[in-house]
T-cell receptor, first 109, second 123 residues
C-alpha cells in the first residue's frame, strides 16, 4: 500500500477555502486517491475520489498533478461544521486502505 | 446510495461476556467488508478483511479466536468479541466495499463505505 503524508493539523476561519495537500510518492499505476472526513465518534464519510487531473463534487474538489505523487483536497467556504479529521488514502482495486494520522482541520468563527 | 449501518451503536458489557456487532450494507451488495478499531485520538486500525462465503483474513497481531468474523451474505458481516475484557473497549467501525468502474491504469474505483461505528465499553 502506498504511504501517504499529510499535515497533522490546519486552522481556518469560516468562509475561507481550505486546501489540504497529501503526498503519495509511491502511488502505483492502478491506485486511485480517496479522501474521507471523520467527526468524533462517527465512522469516516466518503468525500471524493480521483485518479488524475481534477474531480469536483458538491462538497469538494480534488486536484491531482500529472505525476500523481500528490493530491490536494479543496474545501470551499468552510463552516464550523467542517471541523473534522480528513484522511487521504491511496489504494488499488482490492479495496484495501491504510489509514494514516489524518489532518485535523479546525474552523473558527 | 452506499449506506452502511451498524448495530448496536453503543454497548456496555461485563468482563468475560461476548458481544456481537452487526454491519449491513443497505443499498448495495458487498463481497468484501472490513473491520477497524479506533482508540481515542488515534487513527483507524484495520483488524480484518471479511469476504462473503470464506474465512476472514486477520491483520498481524489480531487474535482470530477472540474477534470472530462471519460474512454470511452479501449485505451482512458480524464481529463477535469473545470473552471481552476492559482492554477491548474501543470504537469498532465496519466498512463495505462497493465495486466501482474501470479507470485508466487498469484499476477500478472500488470504494469503502463506512458504518457509523459501535462504542464498546467492557466493565
Amino acid at each position: 500500500l502506498a504511504k501517504t503524508t499529510q499535515p497533522i493539523s490546519m486552522d481556518s476561519y469560516e468562509g475561507q477555502e481550505v486546501n489540504i495537500t497529501c503526498s503519495h510518492n509511491n502511488i502505483a499505476t492502478n491506485d486511485y486517491i480517496t479522501w474521507y472526513q471523520q467527526f468524533p465518534s462517527q465512522g469516516p464519510r466518503f468525500i471524493i475520489q480521483g485518479y488524475k487531473t481534477k474531480v469536483t463534487n458538491e462538497v469538494a474538489s480534488l486536484f491531482i498533478p500529472a505525476d500523481r505523487k500528490s493530491s490536494t483536497l479543496s474545501l470551499p467556504r468552510v463552516s464550523l461544521s467542517d471541523t473534522a479529521v480528513y484522511y487521504c488514502l491511496v489504494g488499488g482495486n482490492d479495496y484495501k486502505l491504510s489509514f494514516g494520522a489524518g489532518t485535523t482541520v479546525t474552523v473558527r468563527a | 446510495g452506499a449506506v452502511v449501518s451498524q448495530h448496536p451503536s453503543r454497548v456496555i458489557c461485563k468482563s468475560g461476556t461476548s458481544v456481537k456487532i452487526e454491519c449491513r450494507s443497505l443499498d448495495f451488495q458487498a463481497t468484501t467488508m472490513f473491520w477497524y478499531r479506533q482508540f481515542p485520538k488515534q487513527s483507524l486500525m484495520l483488524m480484518a478483511t471479511s469476504n462473503e462465503g470464506s474465512k476472514a483474513t486477520y491483520e498481524q497481531g489480531v487474535e482470530k479466536d477472540k474477534f470472530l468474523i462471519n460474512h454470511a451474505s452479501l449485505t451482512l458481516s458480524t464481529l463477535t468479541v469473545t470473552s471481552a475484557h476492559p482492554e477491548d473497549s474501543s470504537f469498532y467501525i465496519c466498512s463495505a466495499g462497493r465495486d466501482g468502474t474501470g479507470i485508466e491504469g487498469g484499476g477500478y474505483t472500488d470504494t469503502q463505505y463506512f458504518g457509523p461505528g459501535t462504542r464498546l465499553t467492557v466493565l
